[in-house]
């Protein structure tokens, strides 16, 4: 137990980069605090840079998601109150690519000014126009669907907390449009919080929000606040006077067979709470850019690393203990010259002559491992910029930003390391090896992207790429990436080979028959075993985020599982390959490729699985779309662990055999 402590402790220093932050006293970008004052301080204190007259405090409201829909909608979609005399704000690449429409809102309200039902607007639908109807056909469905709004203040999401079991609050970076009532009288979603909302086969819209902010005055400094937390309410009120609105009244009904004129009054109301905060602005902050976890859950994801840790060092050592002994045996025998003694040489060295034969298909094998290692070094880079906190969901985009940018600059590493494979396999066709490196992997991840955002186009999400952001995505591809590609390829042909320290023996060497566990399927299902067992609990959490519109942010404990993953794949790779020379099969390559490659293949019976019990996504264009997007992630992993697994196992055949004296 005191050992298993000690590695825990090991393992949490790991996570110094996170609180690099505090020891260093300085903020990340997106994470810097921003003050507010009143109108009076700041007319008083207007020569103060703090405050710089933050007296107004915006709004902002993003996409639209529901857990029963892969397409999001932009908030203008369902007809809600706009402000159109402010401009959108600038959005990131990644913010486009996740289909993210931040829009300035009409709820304006003012640091430390309370306000009580105050009126935004006042939508009509005349039911008899076509217009009219489709748009509250619309409204209808999102409520069905449970779309859910998201809203930002300062940077920070809007919560709506409640109670769920055993007495506790779960707090949702989001609230729902509405809700329904069966036919039948069973309340869907939000319905149940309300024993109003009761008239069967009817949808009630939630019109009116209670908006708490919760602020710290800052001590020691210039004069200001800083906000910690924003949390609403929403409510539905049928207000009985439309020119005066008093919040009160019956909730807002719809009833789904209602014909005539339909008014729905959208109102809120703000209310500036105080909170005292001994510690930093960040560690103030009553509801950060998260979704809470319990802490028991942390406990089980360490605890099951460390096991994995365990596992692969017991591994490692019998690797090592085995290869010394069997090192030192062939290197013995060298010194024996009677034939009756030379007869007992057998294993792995018996292939020396043909483990460096080129394998088949040597072409698409080289161009597998220059996209992989494109995938490996943006993974690494975009994990550690995110483990330090550059990339944090305070900077919404910036994740996939970053790994769109340091995909298409590492063009040159791709073509280099496909081009020098592909010499050392004795290819001399190497315009092609150049052209499906910089095309064949990047080509069908994009015409499956295209298909899907065709898809997207429409439906008429916020996700779809708008056509000019696509023709810049071709741009940085067909420009930059490619001709990267070209002169990383360039220097790798134009080095020379890589020299294997034995020989290739003109004769190929007949593979006996092999056992069934040593044969190629058997062992590649095998090998992809444990290092998915390593991955599928930080699997569930980066799912939800992507489906289940929650937010990820456990970089730190990902960064650790990346760095376990690699690990786990290279030593399963290896000591199957070991397996394989020792049965005197020297069909390596692809094998290495293929049994880490594998990981991939339970990643996508684990997404499936997801989809059938954890999500409840309805509609033909939804289910493409998840089982689409889904392929492009599998492919993308494929090839990160299958180049892991044969640089891996490259590197210890190439050692095993510089080592043992051959003839």
């Not at 990644?94 to 009126?119: A, H, M, T």
């Not at 995110?386 to 298409?408: D, E, H, I, K, Q």
């Not at 298909?451 to 999400?461: D, R």
Request: include cysteine.
């Amino acid at each position: 137990m005191v050992v298993f402590h000690r590695v825990r402790v090991v393992i949490l220093l790991l996570f110094v980069c996170g609180s690099l932050r505090d020891a260093l006293s300085f903020y990340l970008p997106g994470l810097a605090p921003v003050s507010f004052c009143e109108k009076e301080e700041s007319d008083k204190n207007s020569d103060v840079p703090d405050c710089k007259v933050n007296v107004h405090i915006k709004l902002f409201v993003n996409r639209l998601d529901s857990v029963e829909s892969v397409l999001p909608y932009e908030y203008t979609a369902f007809d809600f109150c706009a402000d159109q005399s402010e401009k959108r704000p600038s959005e990131n690449l990644g913010q486009v690519l996740f289909g993210e429409r931040i829009e300035p809102s009409p709820y304006k309200f003012s640091f430390k000014k309370n306000l009580d039902c105050q009126s935004v607007c006042l939508k009509s639908y005349n039911t008899e126009k076509t217009e009219d109807k489709a748009k509250l056909e619309f409204l209808k469905k999102g409520m069905l669907l449970n779309y859910q709004h998201h809203w930002i203040v300062d940077n920070m999401p809007v919560t709506w907390c409640y109670d769920v079991e055993d007495n506790q609050k779960f707090c949702n970076p989001g609230f729902p449009i509405g809700c329904y009532v069966t036919d039948t009288g069973r309340a869907k979603d939000a319905c149940v919080v309300n024993a109003d909302f009761n008239d069967k086969d009817t949808f009630y819209i939630f019109n009116h929000v209670d908006i708490t902010i919760f602020y710290h005055m800052v001590e020691n400094e210039a004069a200001g606040a800083r906000l910690v937390a924003a949390k609403l309410e929403p409510k539905s009120y049928k207000h009985t006077n439309l020119e005066k609105p008093d919040c009160t009244g019956p909730p807002m009904s719809l009833g789904n067979k209602f014909n005539g004129d339909i008014k729905i009054p959208y109102t809120y109301s703000v209310k500036f709470v105080v909170i005292s905060c001994l510690v930093s602005w960040d560690k103030c902050l009553v509801t950060p850019l998260v979704v809470y976890i319990h802490t028991n859950l942390n406990h089980f994801i360490m605890n099951s690393l460390v096991i994995v840790l365990f596992l692969s060092g017991m591994v490692a050592m019998i690797m090592l203990r085995t290869l010394h002994k069997d090192i030192a045996r062939y290197n013995q025998m060298d010194s024996v010259v009677s034939s009756e003694d030379a007869q007992e040489e057998f294993g792995w060295k018996l292939v020396h002559g043909d483990v460096f034969r080129p394998p088949r298909k040597g072409m698409l094998l080289s161009v597998f491992l220059g996209s992989g290692t494109q995938i490996f070094i943006m993974t690494f880079v975009t994990l550690f910029f995110a483990c330090l906190g550059f990339l944090s969901p305070a900077n919404r985009g910036a994740l996939m930003t970053c790994a769109v940018v340091l995909w298409v600059l590492l063009g040159t590493p791709a073509g280099y390391v496909a081009a020098r494979y592909y010499k050392s396999f004795g290819g001399e066709k190497w315009k092609t090896n150049v052209l499906l490196t910089a095309f064949l992997c990047p080509g069908v991840v994009f015409a499956d992207f295209f298909v899907m955002n065709l898809i997207l186009w429409g439906e008429g999400s916020s996700a779809a790429m708008p056509f000019g952001t696509l023709v810049a995505i071709l741009a940085l591809w067909f420009c930059i990436s490619v001709p990267l590609t070209f002169i990383g390829a360039y220097f790798g042909f134009k080095k020379s080979g890589i020299e294997h320290p034995v020989r290739t023996n003109q004769i190929p060497r007949q593979i006996p028959e092999q056992s069934f566990y040593t044969k190629p399927l058997p062992g590649i299902v095998m090998g992809g075993i444990l290092p998915f067992g390593c991955i599928f609990i930080q699997l569930f959490f980066i799912l939800n985020s992507i489906w289940s519109h929650q937010m990820y942010y456990m970089f730190g404990f990902l960064f650790l599982v990346f760095i376990i993953l690699l690990i786990t794949c290279s030593e399963a790779t290896i000591l199957l390959c070991y397996f394989h020379l020792c049965a005197e099969d020297y069909h390596w390559q692809w094998r290495s490729f293929l049994t880490s490659g594998f990981t991939a293949v339970y990643f996508l019976v684990y997404a499936i699985h997801y989809f059938f019990s954890k999500l409840q996504i309805s509609g033909l264009a939804s289910t493409i779309l998840y089982f689409g997007y889904t392929m492009i992630m599998a492919l993308i992993f494929f090839l990160f662990t299958g180049t892991i697994g044969f640089f891996a196992c490259f590197w210890f055949v190439t050692k095993i055999y510089s080592v043992v004296k051959v003839d």
